[in-house]
C-alpha cells in the first residue's frame, strides 16, 4: 500500500433488488472518487472480516452477486463522500496510520464512525448521511413517538459504530431490512403518484454537477428535498397548485422542524375539543363555514351517508388549523388524508372514465395518524441535524410552466427533472381530477373550476396542435392513433404532449449555463395493447423521441441510461410482469 492511499470497500444497501440499481450505484461512485471502481461479492466481504478489517456484524448481506465496491485512492473528499452517496450504507477502509489519516477521518461526524488502529495502520467505517436518512423515517413510522424514535436511533448508531455486541438486535435487524425506504426527509408526507425515487435524484444531481439544480416538473419537491441536504440550492416550477404547496411543507419542515412540532400538538389538542364539544360555541359553530369544498364532479358519485361524514370531519380539521400558516405542511397532512380516502383509477381510454374506490376509514383518523407521523419525522429530522450538523440550502417552490420559466437564460448550473409520461398511453390527461378534493379543501382552486386546469396540463385531452415540424417519430405515432378508432380520441392530446415536452427543452436550453448538463427522466417506452385480449399492437420508444425533441432545440445527448424500476402494483397494466424502465436522458448545452 502506498504511503497515503485509502483502500475503500463500500457497502451496497441491502434493499438494492435491480441490477439496474447497481449499475446507477457504480457510475454514482465513479463520478464521486474521480476514478474506476471493481464490483465485489459476499466473499469478498468475509475476507476482510476474517483479517479483521471488519467486524462480524457488518457482513450481513441480503443479496447475492454485486454487494459492494472496492478501490484503493490517493485523495478521498470524505465530506463529498458522507453528503452525497445514494446507494451505500458503510463505508470500510485500511490507510496508513499518519497523522493526516488520523485528521481526515476526525472531520466526519464521529457518531457514525468507527476507527480502530494498529502500529503500521488505521482500520475504519463510515456511515453516509443517505443510509442514516433512509433507516431514520423506519424508525419513525413504527415509533410511538418523537422520543421514542430519537431513542431507537442512537441505539441503532450504537450498535453499528461501536464493536460490541456483535449480535443486532432484532429491533434494529428490522430496520436494517426494511425493504421500503423511500419516505425519510418528509418525502412521506403525502402520497404522490410516479414520483421521483429520491436515491435515484440524488444519483442524478452528483451525475450533474453544479451549484444550482432546477426542476421545471417539481411535483412534490423529490429533487428539491435532496438538492438541499446536499447542499445544493435548487428552484422548483410546477403548473400544478398542489404540488407547489406539497414541495413548500417539506421545505418548511426542513426549516422549522420545532415550530412546526409544537403547531402538531395545537391542532391535535384543537381536534379533540371540537370532538368531545368542549370548544367554544362559537368555535363550534364556525365549522359550518368549511363546507361545501368537495368538488362539484366527484359530489354524483359519493354516497350521501359517506359525503356528510367526509365533509363534517374536513371542516373541523380546517377550523382546527385556522390561525395555521396556510397551505402549510398541517394542511398538507390533510390533502394526503383526502388522497388516501379516494382511490382514482382512470381507465385511460380518453373519455375521463374512472372507478372510484372509498376506503371506509375516516378521514379524522387517517389525519390524526399523519399528525403522529408527522411528529416523528420532525422528531427524527431534528436527530440528524444535532448528530450530523446537516445544513438545508435554499429550496424556492414556485407555481409556474415548465414551458415558460420566470429564469434569465444562462442562469442555472444543471437540471434534474421527470415531465409527465405520455398520456397516449396512460390516463394521465386526467390525473389533475385524482388530486382534485385535496385542492378544494386547501383553497387552492375553486369546486368547479377543476376543468379549466386540467385544460392548462401537459398532454391536456382539451388541446390540439399542429404536428408538421415534430420528429419523424412522433409524427408517425400521431398519425397511427388517428386511424385507430379506439385511440383516435388521444391522437391530438398526444400531439400537444410532444410540443409541449419540445417547450420545455427548448426552455432548459434556454436558461443552462453552457456545458451545463440535464438529466431529464421519462419512460423508455409505452406499450399500446389490445384492451381485451392484452395483446401487443405497438411500442414507442418515448426516450428515442424524447433525444430527438432535444436535438430540435439544440440539446446534446449525451447518453441515455436505462434502469429497471422494481413494480409496487403488479395489477396496474396489461402484461404486468413484463419489465419496466425508465430511462435518464443525460442533455448537454452545446
Request: proline residues 5%; positive net charge; hydrophobic residues 45%.
Amino acid at each position: 500500500m502506498a504511503r497515503n492511499a485509502w483502500t475503500l470497500l463500500f457497502k451496497l444497501r441491502n434493499n438494492i433488488a435491480l441490477e439496474g440499481d447497481v449499475a446507477l450505484a457504480e457510475r454514482e461512485l465513479r463520478t464521486l472518487l474521480g476514478q474506476a471502481v471493481q464490483p465485489v461479492n459476499e466473499d469478498y466481504f468475509k475476507a476482510w472480516e476474517s483479517s479483521r478489517k471488519i467486524l462480524p456484524k457488518d457482513i450481513e448481506l441480503c443479496r447475492t452477486g454485486t454487494v459492494g465496491y472496492l478501490c484503493e485512492a490517493e485523495f478521498v473528499d470524505w465530506a463529498r463522500l458522507f453528503w452525497r452517496l445514494s446507494f451505500c450504507e458503510q463505508i470500510f477502509g485500511v490507510v496508513p496510520n499518519t497523522a493526516f489519516a488520523w485528521e481526515s477521518l476526525r472531520r466526519l461526524p464521529s457518531d457514525f464512525v468507527r476507527v480502530r488502529s494498529s502500529e503500521s495502520e488505521i482500520f475504519f467505517m463510515v456511515i453516509p448521511f443517505s443510509a442514516l436518512a433512509e433507516w431514520s423515517d423506519v424508525v419513525a413510522r413504527k415509533a410511538s413517538s418523537p422520543r421514542e424514535a430519537q431513542a431507537t436511533l442512537d441505539l441503532l448508531c450504537k450498535v453499528l459504530v461501536h464493536e460490541h455486541p456483535f449480535n443486532l438486535p432484532s429491533s434494529i435487524r428490522a430496520v436494517l431490512a426494511a425493504k421500503q425506504t423511500t419516505g425519510h426527509l418528509f418525502h412521506g408526507l403525502h402520497v404522490y403518484k410516479a414520483k421521483f425515487f429520491p436515491r435515484m435524484a440524488r444519483a442524478f444531481l452528483n451525475m450533474c454537477g453544479g451549484t444550482t439544480v432546477l426542476d421545471p416538473f417539481a411535483g412534490s419537491g423529490t429533487a428539491l428535498i435532496e438538492a438541499s441536504v446536499m447542499g445544493i440550492p435548487s428552484i422548483g416550477i410546477d403548473i400544478d397548485p398542489l404540488s407547489v404547496a406539497i414541495a413548500r411543507a417539506k421545505a418548511d419542515l426542513l426549516a422549522h422542524p420545532q415550530e412546526y412540532l409544537e403547531r402538531i400538538g395545537e391542532v391535535q389538542e384543537q381536534l379533540e375539543w371540537l370532538a368531545k364539544g368542549q370548544g367554544s360555541l362559537f368555535a363550534i359553530a364556525e365549522t359550518s363555514d368549511y363546507y361545501g369544498v368537495t368538488p362539484t364532479f366527484l359530489r354524483r358519485r359519493i354516497p350521501e351517508p359517506i359525503l356528510r361524514e367526509v365533509e363534517t370531519d374536513v371542516a373541523h380539521i380546517l377550523r382546527a388549523l385556522r390561525g395555521q400558516p396556510s397551505c402549510g405542511p398541517l394542511h398538507i397532512a390533510l390533502s394526503d388524508a383526502l388522497s388516501r380516502k379516494f382511490k382514482f383509477r382512470f381507465l385511460g381510454l380518453g373519455y375521463g372514465r374512472f372507478s372510484l374506490n372509498i376506503l371506509p376509514r375516516r378521514v379524522r383518523a387517517m389525519y390524526l395518524d399523519n399528525l403522529r407521523y408527522m411528529a416523528n419525522a420532525v422528531g427524527v429530522w431534528q436527530w440528524l441535524r444535532q448528530r450530523t450538523g446537516v445544513c438545508p440550502a435554499p429550496i424556492q417552490a414556485i407555481h409556474g410552466d415548465a414551458r415558460r420559466l420566470p429564469l434569465e437564460a444562462n442562469s442555472i448550473d444543471c437540471v434534474v427533472t421527470s415531465p409527465p409520461y405520455l398520456p397516449a398511453s396512460s390516463g394521465r390527461e386526467n390525473y389533475l381530477k385524482s388530486k382534485a378534493y385535496a385542492m378544494t379543501a386547501l383553497g387552492l382552486v375553486a369546486p368547479d373550476a377543476i376543468d379549466t386546469l386540467e385544460a392548462e396540463q401537459i398532454g391536456s385531452i382539451q388541446r390540439a396542435e399542429q404536428v408538421d415540424d415534430l420528429p419523424a417519430d412522433a409524427i408517425e405515432v400521431i398519425q397511427w392513433m388517428q386511424s385507430d378508432p379506439t385511440r383516435s380520441v388521444k391522437a391530438a392530446a398526444t400531439a400537444s404532449y410532444f410540443v409541449d415536452i419540445r417547450e420545455s427543452l427548448r426552455e432548459i436550453q434556454r436558461v443552462l449555463k453552457p456545458g451545463g448538463k440535464c438529466a431529464y427522466v421519462v419512460a423508455r417506452r409505452h406499450v399500446f395493447y389490445r384492451y381485451k385480449s392484452r395483446e401487443v399492437v405497438r411500442i414507442v420508444e418515448s426516450a428515442d423521441i424524447t433525444a430527438q425533441l432535444a436535438q430540435q432545440v439544440g440539446l446534446n445527448t449525451l447518453e441515455l441510461i436505462h434502469v429497471e424500476l422494481q413494480k409496487q402494483n403488479t395489477v396496474a397494466r396489461p402484461r404486468s410482469l413484463d419489465s419496466y424502465y425508465e430511462t435518464i436522458v443525460l442533455l448537454e448545452k452545446r
